[in-house]
């Protein structure tokens, strides 16, 4: 579960890193933290099947649940990592218009 999310949260970055080609957004970070992370999960999961061979086919609910709220945190923490990038680069000059007033 945590592989897929990470997944489309990868590919929803490359088509909008795709779509900003003046890189206003630094949409890039985005890019490399979601497929970095959807390699490292499929290394696990490759691991996983090595060691447990049928018994990863078979999750039970809780480990369903706990993957999705893994891979939804993934998302959010990659989301937050990219909004600190972001105001950090301050692309439209706003950040240092406020505080250049006071």
């Given at each position: 579960m945590t592989l897929l999310i990470t997944i489309f949260a990868?590919?929803?970055a490359t088509v909008c890193w795709y779509k900003d080609t003046e890189n206003k957004y630094k949409l890039s970070t985005l890019l490399y933290l979601y497929w970095g992370a959807s390699m490292m999960w499929t290394v696990d999961s490759i691991?996983?099947?090595f060691s447990d061979t049928?018994?990863?086919?078979n999750p039970s609910g809780a480990e369903l649940i706990n993957d999705g709220f893994l891979g939804l945190s993934a998302v959010a923490f990659g989301l937050v990592i990219w909004l600190i990038r972001f105001i950090?680069?301050?692309?439209?000059?706003?950040?240092?218009?406020?505080?250049?007033?006071?």
């Open positions: 990868g590919v929803i691991c996983e099947y049928t018994a990863i086919f950090l680069s301050d692309p439209s000059g706003r950040i240092k218009k406020l505080v250049s007033r006071k």
